[in-house]
């Protein structure tokens, strides 16, 4: 006979208990649930978006009723428990219902506190706990104009947010002479008051409410000091207590919470406690991430593991207000003998403050700039020291050797047990462990598997670095399973073979053979098609344009302030005097405002009017450049060491070698950006063994490299083979370009292609299988001859002229 588990109140706390028992020991209990509300369990967190009109109801709903059903849990909703019998242990619903327990779960949660002043019992009146109060809320909106919060903290300013995104005025009363005074020092919650300011909010500081006014309704708020204004609605957001009035007619111990043990038992062993409603070593916690440290801790006794323990939580706060990026943790207002490392930029926006003690972190504020909020709070609870790191630890992990991508790396360098996001409680090792598991590619796919991300959506960059240093660039590429994009059911391989085997020459092939559920498919599977299409018939299909990216376009990157950059090639990285001089020359005839070397030995011209962009081209293309193609999802660079040539270590001519590789396939377009290196020596001093495709000299001959990555995710190639000529190099490289090229799924870079597709694989196509080899490297030299056309010198020539005319606009 199983045991049968009551759970009272059906909130996050309450049912992330039993998500965690089920887990442990799934079969143990009969599971009956109450809850007072009409609804399934839904995230309170994100009751802020549905009042701003960001999220819907059925958005936020965590546990649908399907789930309850799934797992056998009988779920009452809209009939609250009004006593419990624990002498015959059973409760008893507001509808006369009984039900018998042998082990009782309490999370009744907490009560919105309403000051008890003389007028807060009219209408309009409310406050900020549940879906009731946010529909009351907004169904004053669309008949009133005025609203009042009373309370400047983390609730209120979230309150007044929404309000005002329905269209209200909205003051905001608080008590206090700064905001959020619980999570915020003064200068963080000045630039936080001007912030909201500007966008319309108004504020009532240090004014104490001594007065309701109106007759049946509210008409206003008189203060303390005899002032007055207007109101319609007014919400109470000066806190909560917790609902400790049901186990208080039970008889259970009560301060002001129900005091629980680090089991999370109260004074009844047959009855637990977690949330808000609970009081635990003298502390009372209003934050999810502690509720669910809780649950856990709650979970492994109900399972009679017996083994975890609760010890208290140290907190940290968002606020999840749109365009406001705001952190806090642990103690920042610094008392004596603490230290404070501060760094302020108004003009930027940004203001970061760490109070310090014995070099541990016991407390941060951080407004603007807060990436490393989780990474801080991961040190104060570790009791990491920090004297390593005291000069720049301000400035985050931005020390890394990022390479150009240091959120991701910072992201990296956090310790699995670091929250990634606070709403559901989801630790980066979690994360990590469901995507390596279970083979998790996209956002959604995590979002669906761990609930990271789900809610109030300020983790989703934190969660998308993480899917980049677990898998690697290319993370967003769909498993082989999964359709290519919400136009189909069917994945990228069957779309590719399908071409391949149907003879599909078009796009519009592809979706009528296929079934596209939109006949002009959508921005994330047109670009797809057409390079397919490309790869497969180059000498048939015709490139269209509109299906690239705004750099493959225009072929320049598009920079931050909507100029271009441009990059001749230069093959092997060498270069002429004449050539530099056109390049000079080039740069003063266009006002060139930035030049720099790039890390592929090219050189990059930056500033770029996209109007100047033909008549640059054709400047360069005169001088003898085409285009170095670092815009596109294509053959990029062939890096190359001096080799014995100049080099005293240098095995083999790798300069020479480099230049023939590049010059074989320059102009192939990719699934993804490519890059080669040949390093003349085994000290590659070309990195070649971290490019997609490598070349390392040894006295013997050559060893050819595949799958390397150098970016967000450094992955050190696989030796595929030794060969002896450099004609073997060209024949085994081409087949490898061709082979990626013809099956690995659109913006899938080398690396975890051969990671999904395996090396051995690769190897027996490319090294093993002779005929294989040389009809890829056949059809590799057949599609260059379509491909190594210059497509700055055709611009140049007028071809999409289009592209690069100035929209002008005149008045009327």
């Known amino acids: 006979m199983k045991q049968k588990l009551v759970l009272i109140g059906n909130g996050m706390a309450g049912v992330r208990v039993l998500e965690e028992l089920l887990k442990l020991d799934p079969e143990r209990y009969d599971i009956t649930v109450f809850g007072a509300e009409p609804y399934p369990n839904y995230n309170r967190i994100m009751l802020s978006p549905v009042l701003a009109g960001e999220k819907t109801i059925d958005d936020i709903i965590l546990n649908d009723r399907a789930?309850?059903?799934?797992?056998?849990?009988t779920l009452h909703t809209g009939d609250p428990v009004v006593s419990i019998d624990r002498s015959h242990r059973k409760v008893v619903t507001e509808s006369g219902q009984e039900t018998e327990y042998d082990r009782l779960l309490l999370a009744t949660g907490s009560n919105p506190f309403i000051i008890p002043v003389p007028g807060h019992d009219k209408e309009g009146v409310i406050g900020f706990r549940d879906i009731a109060d946010v529909e009351a809320m907004l169904e004053a909106s669309k008949q009133y104009k005025k609203a009042v919060v009373v309370g400047g903290g983390l609730l209120g300013l979230e309150a007044a947010n929404g309000l005002m995104k329905n269209g209200m005025d909205v003051t905001v009363v608080h008590l206090m002479d700064i905001l959020m005074e619980r999570q915020l020092d003064h200068p963080a919650a000045e630039m936080l008051k001007q912030s909201l300011e500007e966008r319309g909010m108004r504020f009532l500081m240090e004014s104490q409410t001594s007065e309701i006014l109106g007759d049946d309704r509210v008409q206003g708020l008189k203060f303390a000091d005899g002032s007055q204004v207007e109101a319609d609605l007014v919400v109470m957001a000066v806190g909560i207590r917790p609902n400790i009035e049901l186990a208080e007619?039970?008889?259970?111990?009560?301060?002001?919470?129900i005091v629980v043990n680090d089991t999370m038992q109260t004074y009844d062993p047959r009855v637990y406690a977690v949330g808000e409603c609970v009081q635990h070593r003298g502390i009372c916690y209003g934050l999810v991430a502690p509720l669910f440290e809780q649950a856990k801790v709650a979970a492994n006794h109900l399972a009679e593991m017996g083994i975890a323990r609760y010890e208290g939580s140290v907190t940290s706060t968002k606020l999840k207000v749109t365009g406001i990026d705001l952190f806090s943790a642990g103690e920042f207002n610094e008392q004596e003998g603490d230290e404070t490392l501060v760094l302020q930029d108004p003009g930027a926006g940004v203001y970061k403050k760490l109070v310090v003690r014995d070099n541990r972190i016991k407390g941060a504020v951080m407004y603007?700039?807060?990436?490393?909020?989780?990474?801080?709070?991961?040190?104060?609870?570790?009791?990491?020291?920090?004297s390593a790191m005291r000069s720049t630890i301000l400035f985050g992990?931005?020390?890394?050797?990022?390479?150009?991508?240091?959120?991701?790396?910072?992201?990296?360098?956090?310790g699995d047990d670091a929250e990634i996001c606070g709403c559901n409680g989801v630790c980066k090792g979690e994360i990590v462990d469901a995507i390596v598991k279970k083979g998790l590619f996209t956002l959604e796919d995590v979002r669906a598997h761990t609930k990271a991300s789900s809610s109030c959506g300020s983790c989703t960059g934190l969660v998308e670095s993480i899917l980049a240093s677990t898998v690697g660039e290319g993370y967003d590429a769909a498993p082989s399973k999964k359709p290519l994009c919400g136009c189909t059911e069917h994945s990228h391989d069957e779309v590719i073979a399908g071409i391949k085997e149907q003879g599909l020459k078009s796009m519009d092939a592809v979706r009528s053979f296929f079934e596209w559920k939109n006949p002009d498919g959508c921005a994330a599977c047109r670009p797809a098609l057409n390079y397919y299409l490309l790869a497969n018939w180059p000498g048939e299909y015709h490139d269209d344009p509109q299906s690239r990216f705004i750099n493959e376009r225009a072929h320049g990157n598009i920079q931050k302030?909507?100029?271009?950059?441009?990059?001749?090639?230069?093959?092997?990285?060498?270069?002429?005097?004449?050539?530099?001089?056109?390049?000079?020359?080039v740069a003063d005839k266009y006002q060139v405002p930035e030049m720099k070397v790039t890390g592929g030995q090219r050189i990059d011209l930056f500033g770029i009017k996209k109007e100047d962009l033909p008549p640059m081209w054709k400047d360069l293309s005169s001088a003898g450049f085409v285009s170095g193609h670092a815009y596109g999802k294509a053959l990029r660079t062939v890096k190359t060491c001096a080799g014995k040539n100049w080099c005293r270590f240098g095995t083999q001519d790798s300069t020479g070698l480099g230049v023939k590789l590049e010059e074989l396939t320059w102009g192939s377009w990719m699934p993804h950006k490519f890059k080669l290196a040949v390093s003349g020596c085994p000290r590659n001093c070309a990195e070649a063994t971290i490019k997609d495709f490598g070349v390392v000299c040894v006295d013997s001959g050559y060893e050819l490299h595949i799958g390397g990555n150098g970016g967000i995710k450094v992955r050190v190639t696989d030796l595929m083979c030794k060969v002896e000529s450099e004609g073997e190099v060209l024949e085994y490289c081409g087949a490898f370009v061709q082979k990626y090229r013809e099956e690995a799924h659109y913006l899938e870079r080398t690396a975890p292609w051969v990671e999904r597709v395996g090396f051995d694989y690769v190897k027996q196509a490319i090294v093993d299988d002779t005929q294989q080899r040389k009809a890829l490297y056949d059809r590799f030299k057949y599609s260059q001859q379509f491909a190594q056309v210059d497509?700055?010198?055709?611009?140049?020539?007028?071809?999409?002229?289009?592209?690069f005319q100035p929209i002008e606009i005149t008045a009327a």
Not at 368 to 386: E, P, S
Not at 566 to 578: Q, Y
Request: net charge negative; hydrophobic share 35%.
């Open 67 to 73: 789930w309850y059903e799934e797992n056998g849990i």
């Open 397 to 414: 992990q931005h020390d890394l050797g990022d390479a150009g991508h240091g959120d991701e790396h910072r992201v990296a360098a956090l």
């Open 791 to 803: 497509p700055w010198k055709a611009a140049a020539e007028g071809k999409d002229q289009h592209e």
């Open 249 to 257: 007619a039970a008889g259970l111990h009560c301060e002001r919470g």
């Open 368 to 386: 603007g700039d807060t990436l490393d909020g989780t990474w801080y709070f991961q040190l104060l609870r570790d009791g990491t020291d920090i």
């Open 561 to 585: 302030d909507g100029t271009y950059s441009v990059v001749p090639r230069m093959f092997g990285g060498l270069c002429t005097p004449d050539q530099l001089r056109a390049i000079a020359d």
